[in-house]
C-alpha cells in the first residue's frame, strides 16, 4: 500500500500522547513483542543485537511512541528513511490492550502527518494475511491505496 498525498489531520483527544523517540534496544525490543506477538513479528527479533542497535541509533529510523498518562507504551509506528524521498512504514501497532478505542488510527495520522513534513514523495507499507484484521482498514482511513498484491509462499514459522 502507499501514500503520495497528505494525510488527513489526526482527530483524537485523550490522556494519550505520541512522541517521536529514541529508544533503547531493551525497550524497543520489549515493545516490538508486546505488540507484534500475536500477528508473528519477528524481523527485528532474528536481527544481531549489534546490527539492531546501529537502526536504532541510525539517522534513518524515525520511531513514533504512543504512551498513556502512565507513561506506558501502548504502540508505536516506525518509518525508515533509508530510501527518502521514499520513506516505508515498516511496524506500526498497538498492544492487544489498547485496541478497539481507536488509538491506532490516531498514531498512524499523528505518524503519518509528522512524517510528511520532510516532503517524501510516498509513504509505503507491506501488509500481508498475518497482519490484524482490521489493519487495511486503517491504513485506508489514512489515506493508503493499494498498489502491487502479489501471492508468496509462506516461509517456516
Not at 490492550?97 to 509513504?123: D, H, M, N, Y
Request: charged residues 30%; neutral net charge; proline residues 6%.
Amino acid at each position: 500500500m502507499e501514500l503520495r498525498d497528505s494525510p488527513p489531520s489526526p482527530a483524537y483527544a485523550g490522556p494519550e500522547r505520541i512522541a517521536r523517540e529514541r529508544l533503547a534496544l531493551g525497550e524497543y525490543l520489549a515493545l516490538y513483542r508486546n505488540v507484534g506477538e500475536s500477528v508473528r513479528w519477528d524481523q527485528r527479533l532474528r536481527m544481531p543485537e549489534a546490527q539492531l542497535q546501529a537502526l536504532l541509533d541510525s539517522e534513518y529510523l524515525k520511531v513514533y511512541v504512543l504512551r498513556n498518562a502512565e507513561r506506558r507504551a501502548l504502540g508505536f509506528c516506525e518509518f525508515d528513511r533509508n530510501r527518502f524521498p521514499e520513506v516505508e512504514l515498516k511496524n506500526f501497532g498497538l498492544v492487544r490492550e489498547a485496541q478497539g478505542r481507536g488509538l491506532g488510527s490516531w498514531l498512524l495520522s499523528v505518524a503519518l502527518c509528522e512524517e510528511w513534513k520532510f516532503l517524501p514523495t510516498r509513504i509505503w507499507l507491506h501488509t500481508d494475511s498475518w497482519d490484524h484484521p482490521a489493519a487495511t482498514r486503517v491504513y485506508e482511513r489514512a489515506g493508503f491505496r493499494v498498489y502491487a498484491v502479489r501471492d508468496e509462499a509462506a516461509g517456516p514459522l
